[in-house]
């Protein structure tokens, strides 16, 4: 069964870089790998996209390596307000058919 | 500010007795979604329409269904809600393809009594 796999939660203090992976073993080809935030009863929200390499915008860095099984999703120096839950998106290939599909997602909690 | 709207944020039905979630969106977008979230749980894509183009996941019950009359409002209809159907569903939109960045509406919580 295709899926995506993320580290259940992470702790980090203010003002430290948090990386966060995600595992995508049977991405589909030719599409981007996008990442958003959740806080608690609201819709998630897009933080970055990529396809290949690294992408940096003014919130956060995306690491995509070569063989695109994974992605590292990069904040710097993370404040309270970043305590939240992260979620990648990929098309992952399942019994030939492509699946829109959210990771796991990872419970980020930042302490002062 | 152009938004995806939900209505109603809370929604409390009976087992067994029908249910229509409505979503609509000021952005003009293509593409509309409806995912369900289970507490502690990621979204999970039910259906989404582009365009007029109804697109159906594979392991959605035939229990849920979904209307879009126009390109503003897309309807998530529950048959017979069970128990298990009580969630937060979330709309979504994007301007084409499911690869470009989604605008999510705050969700319905549905209470099944």
């Known amino acids: 069964l295709a899926k995506t796999t993320q580290p259940i939660s992470m702790d980090s203090y203010e003002g430290q870089e948090v990386n966060i992976t995600c595992s995508h073993n049977n991405i589909a080809t030719n599409d981007y790998i996008t990442w958003y935030q959740q806080f608690p009863s609201q819709g998630p929200r897009f933080i970055i996209q990529?396809?290949?390499t690294k992408v940096t915008n003014e919130v956060a860095s995306l690491f995509i390596p070569a063989d695109r099984k994974s992605s590292t999703l990069s904040l710097p120096r993370v404040s309270l307000s970043d305590t939240a839950v992260y979620y990648c998106?990929?098309?992952?290939?399942?019994?030939?058919?492509?699946?829109?599909?959210f990771g796991s997602g990872t419970r980020l909690q930042v302490q002062p | 500010d152009a938004m995806v709207i939900q209505n109603p944020r809370y929604q409390v039905t009976q087992f067994g007795k029908p249910v229509t979630l409505s979503c609509s969106q000021t952005?003009?977008?293509?593409?509309m979604y409806w995912y369900q979230q289970k507490s502690s749980q990621a979204p999970k894509l039910l259906f989404h329409y582009y365009d007029k183009d109804f697109n159906n996941e594979a392991d959605t019950p035939d229990n849920f269904q979904s209307r879009r009359p126009n390109t503003s409002f897309c309807f998530l209809d529950i048959r017979s809600p069970g128990l298990g159907d009580a969630a937060m569903y979330l709309c979504?939109?994007?301007?084409?393809?499911?690869?470009?960045?989604?605008?999510f509406g705050p969700g319905t919580r549905l209470t099944v009594l």
């Open positions: 979504a939109t994007s301007r084409t393809g499911p690869y470009n960045e989604q605008f």
């Open positions: 990529g396809y290949k």
């Open positions: 952005l003009n977008h293509n593409v």
């Open positions: 998106l990929v098309h992952l290939m399942d019994t030939g058919r492509r699946a829109l599909t």
